[in-house]
């Protein structure tokens, strides 16, 4: 998936700053993603500029803990506390959380579904001193899918079907399914190839 492999070299950028670069505001403001940084107890102490634009919120440094998002709930719906979301899961264990999703409400009601890649930081000692996370919004990536799904059960049903004006009208509305999700597959490879 195109949208991981940014992410993940974004992730090598971020950490590399994290670990032992005076300017880390400065490397992590210019990288196109949301990303952030909390110390050991999950408390965030740096944020970049494209968090703001992903939260639809200015996070409160020294404040808002395991996350930057105003509320998040699961991929199913469910409301996630920030406590047990996947940055509060990778600092408790002191290990990276990979493929997972989850949804960000901004206080305007915008709903965000994405990526979180949060990935513990350790000092030389091995000693735990925060960690970074970078949201990768997949909103469209889940649109797709949906608009493909739908295309699939419009097909189905009319294959089922003697009626050929209902047949003609469940393919045309298949094709339209397919050719919306190739445009939104289109416009993301295009958004990731300006901003790698």
């Known amino acids: 998936m195109l949208a991981s492999a940014f992410a993940e070299e974004l992730l090598r950028t971020a950490a590399a700053a994290v670990g ?7 490397a992590l403001d210019a990288l196109p ?19 703001v634009g992903f ?19 699961t991929s ?19 290990q990276p959380v990979r493929g997972v999703t989850a949804v960000a409400e901004r206080p305007d009601g915008v709903r965000v579904t994405f990526m979180p890649l949060p990935t513990p ?8 001193v925060g960690a970074v996370n970078i949201l990768i919004d997949v909103t469209e990536y889940r649109q797709v899918a949906e608009l493909r799904d739908q295309a699939h059960r419009c097909r189905r049903l009319a294959r089922g079907l003697a009626d050929k004006v209902t047949i003609r009208t469940l393919s045309q509305m298949a094709d339209e399914y397919e050719a919306k999700a ?15």
């Open 20 to 26: 032992g670069r005076n300017d880390l505001a400065v």
């Open 33 to 51: 993603a949301p990303i952030y940084v909390t110390d050991r107890d999950g408390v965030v102490i740096y944020f970049n500029e494209a968090c």
């Open 55 to 73: 939260a639809g919120r200015t996070p409160a440094v020294g404040k808002d803990r395991w996350c930057v998002s105003w509320k998040l709930y």
């Open 76 to 94: 199913g719906g469910d409301p996630l506390p920030h406590e047990a979301c996947p940055m509060a899961e990778a600092i408790r264990s002191g």
């Open 121 to 128: 930081v350790f000092d030389a000692d091995g000693a735990l």
């Open 182 to 196: 190739r445009d939104i597959e289109a416009c993301s490879r295009e958004h990731f190839r300006l901003v790698a």
